[in-house]
């Protein structure tokens, strides 16, 4: 009778053992999917329109960087210091060129006008009218859809983009439900 009393000792602490190891597994796969592969981003703002909406929710793609570099017109996601807040923004310049906004809201690129279709409303020049930004060979040039109301490259507290903070791309829209799908260039 006691082996009997044991052995229901036994498999309740293997039961035990088996769970926290489950719950652990979990918590660790999470982890790493989380930090290294994606991560929800939600969007506040209009800086984006019409591309994004405000309250959109993403999933930020963090592995693609990591086996290409960016390309022009993608939508990335970046840390704005000292806010602690993520900024969403579309590449418009790549590293090593030069960037120029004339006053008419045209974009230059090495001195030739841009062919976008992304630009949404007047984009004003702000700090930068009329000067050429010249990028690092780091460094990303980045402006919001929405090119009226946008806190982007064309302002000093945003600046230049470096490589190194670029945390992912906006790959998928996941809510609202009637807007879900990827977000393609």
Request: glycine fraction near 8%; proline fraction near 4%; hydrophobic fraction near 40%.
């Amino acid at each position: 009778m006691c082996r009997g009393k044991e052995r229901a000792l036994s498999d309740k602490v293997k039961s035990i053992i088996s769970n926290v190891l489950y719950v652990a597994a979990v918590l660790l796969f999470s982890f790493l999917i989380v930090h290294f592969v994606g991560q929800r981003t939600e969007v506040i703002g209009t800086s984006m329109v019409p591309t994004l909406q405000d309250g959109d929710q993403l999933i930020t793609d963090k592995i693609t960087y990591r086996f290409r570099e960016p390309e022009r017109f993608d939508i990335i996601v970046f840390p704005h210091e000292p806010y602690d807040e993520f900024y969403i923004k579309r590449i418009i310049g790549m590293p090593g060129e030069t960037v120029k906004i004339e006053r008419d809201g045209k974009i230059y690129i090495n001195g030739e006008v841009l062919e976008e279709k992304y630009g949404y409303g007047e984009t004003q020049p702000q700090e930068i009218e009329g000067t050429e930004v010249k990028l690092a060979d780091d460094e990303y040039f980045v402006l919001g859809d929405n090119r009226e109301v946008s806190l982007d490259s064309r302002f000093e507290e945003v600046g230049n983009i470096p490589r190194s903070i670029i945390i992912g791309r906006a790959w998928l829209r996941l809510y609202p439900f009637h807007a879900f799908g990827l977000l393609t260039k």
